[in-house]
């Protein structure tokens, strides 16, 4: 019997299985034997025959063999393939390293990682996919590849794996449902006919109607769930009688295209052909989102396309499986699969259509980045950021939008300069830099919308640490600025002082702060007087005035804490904590840092948490250098993510500097090295529970007989060490386990460097004393 299993729990780096998952057993081992053979295994297959799923599948099975991690990226929704290597180094957790183009950057970080990534949907890509597999395979022996593609990257070292429809029963197996239960399409059918029809079962008198439905269905997966759908409002023999004529007809298209895919092709068309006139209307213009979208995204996109409203027509496409539907924060988000997709957006090509439909979708999120903007310093701040993170596939198609259409820049930049606090508070320095380079020659004009942009990039710019770049940006935007007048100029001003702030110009940036200030306050400008308040603070930390930095931040504090802001409220906290340790009060100083950390939290802020985490540090270094290596490994490692460093501001390099040696001094190399290891292997959440106290590191046990394997080795390092003490070779082990060989390799090193061991030998002594039962040693 072929069973739906429940999937397994999300792992980092993969996303989570919405519906249940059928079959494939045998052919996610072969796929599994061939990742421990080969570092690059392709999954080829027409669109719908389940690539992606199965793709998942087989890696969550194997998530604990890679070290570092299994990393899912969708390339979907991409159409530049310049923006590959962003998406890798998002899924990775980078979120910005894209400073450097191609992928050389990519294998740098990866040059000694063992990792598994999962290259999704390449087939639109396929030649930037296979130069950057090509490089990390040539430069990174310890990565390995699973992609899904249309067709194969063809690149040395590839394996093909051939991904086939579901299994089918035989024309003569009949309507016996013990019979049918055996084969993975009917198990299929029967799982998603359960989710719109709780009541169905297979049963001797529909089995032959659902076999025949499958089989024409030729195994489909994609087909089989959009047909299971029907059975709303049809018996399975109805559904079969219904689908003959229709199908047969649909599938005659192209007689060079494959059979299968002229099958997906008229699957589609079926579901589409099933749709009223307002539902087909509604599907084609909504296929202009990128990951999704919420219903009022899809009101204003949709306007006028429908008579009936909106939501009954959104509601009647989820019925119909068209749409997929999630909630986040008590907010639905739909969503096309990604060939249902395409076909809307063809009927909007036909149709002439897709231009006007890009431009709404564009007008729609300019305006969300100004709503953004505008209500930043409230208690929704957290809110928008969730939403940001969540829109970010649009943000980037809205903004391919601006730059691929004549005239279309001006859009591009306002929605760049309203993402200023956004792209601050997550790191995307460089990914918005790109953007910005390739808007601002589109649009020369002398505008307050150019004037914006460019303050934007210069900030970003100097916080990414490119003060060569910011500065040009400056002088540009303070003589565009001079020329539209107005309140820009003192935004101009404060750029001023950020800029000199981050070129150790601290005096200067100081009197540039106090100037904007001045105006902001007179303005009532509370967003600009909050971020120069802060910003202000730190320049009075450097320039060693603790009195006037703390009365910024009360200042700070009285704007931000009664609306519950987070972002600059956070920075300021932990400023606080700079200038108490500064003076010398490291009891209140700590107790600041760890405040700030939990503010950071709360929005998953990775320039805080890694500024708290260097805090931390710091303190740490003379009475506990184990744990400052630690935590500074953990800050290291959020830096390396957002492509950005201490080194950015010279007031605190020093600092920075000054713990590394310390705890040089006070360690040995090896243990520090260990340490530093330790940290930044942690994760963001993982760093910031250990730097709060609530969790503990975990450190290699002593040597000594008297261990048992529970309480030293993991659960797969226990494994391992049982077949070494029964003599089994490491390639032996990788087979048995089905991993690779280094993968087995690492383990037994590992399994060595905890017992304290230098051989095989004392790790088959030691397992065999651990299997004498207590008061038997004698």
């Known amino acids: 019997m072929v069973a739906a299993v429940a999937g397994p729990k999300a792992s980092p780096g993969l996303p989570h299985e919405t519906t249940s998952f059928v079959g494939r057993r045998r052919e996610r081992g072969e796929i599994r034997q061939l990742l421990s053979d080969a570092r690059l295994v392709t999954l080829t297959g027409f669109g719908g025959v389940g690539k992606t799923r199965l793709a ?31 998406s890798v180094a998002s899924a990775l957790g980078l979120q910005a390293r894209v400073q450097r183009a191609g992928p050389d950057w990519l294998a740098e970080y990866l040059l000694e990682k063992e990792v598994l990534l999962v290259l999704d949907n390449c087939e639109h890509l396929v030649d930037a996919a296979a130069e950057l597999a090509d490089t990390l395979l040539r430069r990174c022996a310890r990565v390995r590849i699973l992609a899904t593609s249309r067709e194969p990257l063809r690149i040395d070292g590839e394996t093909v794996h051939a991904v086939s429809p579901l299994s089918l029963p035989p024309v003569n197996v009949g309507g016996s449902s013990s019979a049918l239960h055996a084969f993975e399409a009917v198990s299929l059918f029967i799982d998603r006919a359960k989710a719109v029809a709780p009541d169905f079962e297979l049963s001797d008198a529909n089995g032959a109607a659902i076999a025949e439905v499958c089989a024409k269905l030729e195994g489909i997966p994609l087909a089989i769930e959009l047909a299971a759908v029907r059975l709303r409002t049809m018996s399975p023999a109805e559904l079969a009688g219904n689908l003959t004529g229709r199908w047969a007809l649909l599938t005659r298209g192209s007689r060079t295209a494959p059979d299968r895919q002229r099958t997906m092709a008229a699957c589609i068309e079926w579901s589409y052909e099933l749709c009223t006139d307002a539902e087909r209307d509604v599907w084609a213009a909504v296929s202009v989102f990128f990951d999704g979208f919420t219903l009022d995204a899809a009101e204003s996109v949709c306007a006028g396309v429908a008579d009936e409203p909106l939501g009954d027509t959104i509601a009647s496409l989820v019925e119909k499986s068209v749409l997929t539907a999630q909630k986040y924060d008590a907010r639905t ?317 010279r007031g605190l390099f020093v600092h920075h500097q000054g713990a590394l040696a310390t705890v040089a001094a006070s360690l040995s190399e090896a243990d520090r090295d260990a340490a530093w290891a330790q940290g930044r292997s942690l994760s963001m959440a993982e760093a910031t529970k250990f730097a709060l106290g609530e ?39 990788a087979e048995r386990l089905v991993i690779s060989k280094r993968t087995a390799e690492t383990h037994v090193e590992n399994i060595l460097t905890k017992l304290g061991f230098t051989s095989r030998n004392q790790i088959t002594v030691w397992m065999g004393e651990q299997a004498i039962p207590a008061g038997g040693r004698g």
């Open 56 to 86: 998942l599948r087989t890696v969550a099975d194997l998530r604990r063999a890679f070290a570092d991690g299994v990393y899912f990226v969708s390339l979907a929704s991409i159409s530049d393939p310049a923006l590959l290597t962003q």
């Open 333 to 649: 988000r739909f969503r096309l699969l990604p060939p249902l997709r395409h076909r809307g957006l063809k009927r909007l090509e036909e149709s002439g259509e897709l231009t006007e439909f890009r431009r709404r979708h564009r007008d729609w999120y300019v305006a969300l980045a100004q709503l953004a903007h505008r209500d930043w310093i409230s208690q929704r701040q957290a809110e928008w950021i969730r939403t940001m993170r969540r829109e970010t596939g649009n943000l980037q198609a809205a903004l391919g939008f601006c730059f691929g259409e004549p005239n279309e820049a001006e859009p591009g930049l306002q929605m760049g300069a309203d993402l200023h606090e956004f792209g601050l508070a997550e790191g995307l320095f460089h990914p918005g830099l790109m953007w910005f380079k390739r808007l601002l020659p589109l649009s020369p004009q002398p505008t307050l919308t150019r004037a914006l942009a460019l303050r934007t990039a210069c900030w970003w710019s100097a916080a990414s640490g490119d003060i060569a770049s910011s500065l040009r940006l400056l002088v540009e935007g303070q003589r565009v600025a001079d020329e539209v007048g107005g309140p820009v100029e003192n935004l101009f001003t404060q750029t001023a002082g950020f800029v000199a702030l981050f070129s150790g110009d601290i005096e200067r940036s100081i009197e540039l702060f106090d100037e904007a200030l001045d105006v902001f306050r007179e303005a009532g400008d509370t967003s600009e007087i909050t971020q120069t308040l802060y910003l202000l603070q730190l320049a009075h930390v450097f320039s060693g005035n603790f009195e006037r930095a703390m009365e910024c931040y009360e200042e700070c504090r009285a704007i931000t804490e009664p609306v519950d802001e987070s972002w600059a409220r956070g920075y300021s906290t932990w400023i606080a904590g700079f200038t108490r340790w500064s003076s010398g009060a490291v009891t209140e100083a700590e107790k600041l840092y760890k405040s700030a950390l939990v503010i950071a939290r709360r929005i998953d802020d990775p320039v805080g948490i890694g500024l708290c985490l260097e805090g931390l540090g710091w303190i740490a270094v003379t009475s506990e250098p184990e744990r400052a290596a630690i935590v500074l490994g953990a800050a290291d490692s959020v830096w390396d993510r957002i492509e950005t460093s201490t080194s950015a501001l």
């Open 695 to 733: 969790t503990v590191a975990r450190k290699p046990a002593a040597a000594g007989p008297a261990r048992s394997p529970s309480g030293v080795l993991t659960k797969r390092e226990n494994e391992i060490a049982t077949l070494v003490a029964q003599g089994v070779s490491n390639k032996d082990i």
